[in-house]
Nanobody, 119 residues
Framework: QVQLVESGGGLVQPGGSLRLSCVAS????????VAWYRQAAGKQRELVAT???????NYIDSVKGRFTISRDNAKKMVYLQMNSLKPEDTAVYYC?????????????WGQGTQVTVSS
């Protein structure tokens, strides 16, 4: 059974930091591209950051320079370090793992962790 389990969310003041973690089980983690998405209340889910199996990363413009995605394949974990948080970063953050083969795409989601940025 495949599971992705996020942790590390919470309430933080503007300008503060949080580190989200996601641990995977049931997959060969190193072969997957991994991402963090977020969904604010009343809005569509959006891609925040990705890290492919080779280690290259990408970010949406609004978090560049503030967020850092990283992975530890040995621990089957992906992290999102979030600094200089803003109220507009408030959302449920989801971990995502995806792998494409010639015949099938594998996509897995975590249950999400709430991040609230407020004074």
């Amino acid at each position: 059974q495949v599971q992705l389990v996020e942790s590390g969310g919470g309430l933080v003041q503007p300008g503060g930091s949080l580190r989200l973690s996601c641990v995977a089980s049931g997959i060969i983690f190193s072969t997957y591209n991994v991402a963090w998405y977020r969904q604010a209340a009343g809005k569509q889910r959006e891609l925040v950051a990705t890290i492919i199996s080779g280690g290259n990363t990408n970010y949406i413009d609004s978090v560049k320079g503030r967020f850092t995605i990283s992975r530890d394949n040995a621990k089957k974990m992906v992290y999102l370090q979030m600094n200089s948080l803003k109220p507009e970063d408030t959302a449920v953050y989801y971990c995502n793992a995806i792998k494409n083969t010639d015949s099938i795409k594998f996509i897995y989601w975590g249950q999400g962790t709430q991040v609230t940025v407020s004074s």
